[in-house]
């Protein structure tokens, strides 16, 4: 069964092509049949899937209702993706409504820094709304991201968004520059940076997030 992950944070620049691509590139790794779509019109995912180094599937899409017909096409495709992600643009639109609404899974990445954590407090709150008005459950998770781990400012921030009792993963993408020589290698993260992506992408799977790995998420509609 495809699981649809979007990456979401109506704060740019807090990391989520990052996330995607961390996480993406260590299924793949471990076996897994991965398509991502971008539908951020900077399209840095699709760039980054365009240099070839990672053995998925990627699209880009330029409009809203372009989206469902593009799940709907992967998802019967003979290619039986186990994970198909999704990447947005660092604002409110109605393609990231669409991306939710399509999505079992949601991450929301976040830096240490107070614009990201009220961004990201913010975009939980929308997620819930998206599901709630579906009538459907969306797990999500504020993951985060390119952070020094003792710090005031980092203390801050994670105080912030667990005081809003917001769903948060122990694991972080610290800051690592692994992460950043993805955009020029086309691969996913390697040395320190795959180290803290893999602790990441374990935490998920003992939540039972990520269906490749036994999760239990229900099936999205798409
Ligand atoms: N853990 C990390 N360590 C080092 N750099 C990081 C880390 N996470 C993100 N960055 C850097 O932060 C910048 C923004 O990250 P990224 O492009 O993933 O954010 P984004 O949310 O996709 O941005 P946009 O809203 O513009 O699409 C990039 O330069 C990226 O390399
Ligand atoms: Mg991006």
């Known amino acids: 069964m495809t699981q649809i992950i979007t990456v979401v944070q109506e704060k740019g620049g807090a990391g989520k092509t990052t996330l995607l691509i961390s996480i993406a590139s260590l299924m793949v790794a471990d076996g897994a049949k991965v398509a991502v779509i971008d539908t951020d019109p900077k399209d840095d995912l ?11 599937d990627y ?7 372009e989206l469902m017909p593009a799940i709907k096409k992967l998802k019967s495709s003979d290619a039986k993706y186990d994970a198909i992600l999704i990447d947005t643009a660092g604002f409110k639109s109605a393609m990231a409504v669409y991306a939710i609404n399509a999505a079992a899974l949601v991450l929301i990445p976040s830096k240490a820094n107070k614009g990201d954590a009220k961004g ?16 459907k459950e969306i797990k999500s998770y504020v993951v985060m991201m390119d952070i020094d781990a003792n710090t005031n400012i980092t203390h801050a921030v994670l105080d912030a968004i667990d005081e809003q009792e917001i769903p948060r993963l122990n694991a972080v993408c ?7 020589e993805m955009t020029t290698t086309g691969k996913g993260p390697e ?7 893999k602790v990441v992408l374990a935490e998920l799977q003992i939540k039972k997030a990520l269906n490749y790995y036994g999760g239990e998420n229900g099936e999205a509609a798409a």
């Open 191 to 197: 040395k320190s940076a795959k180290e803290a992506a």
């Open 59 to 65: 699209l880009f899409v330029k409009h809203d209702e």
């Open 120 to 135: 990201a407090i913010k975009t939980y709150a929308h997620v819930q709304s998206v599901a709630e008005n579906m009538d």
């Open 174 to 180: 610290a800051h690592r520059t692994g992460f950043k």
């Open 46 to 56: 699709y760039d980054w899937a365009d240099m070839g180094q990672t053995d998925l």
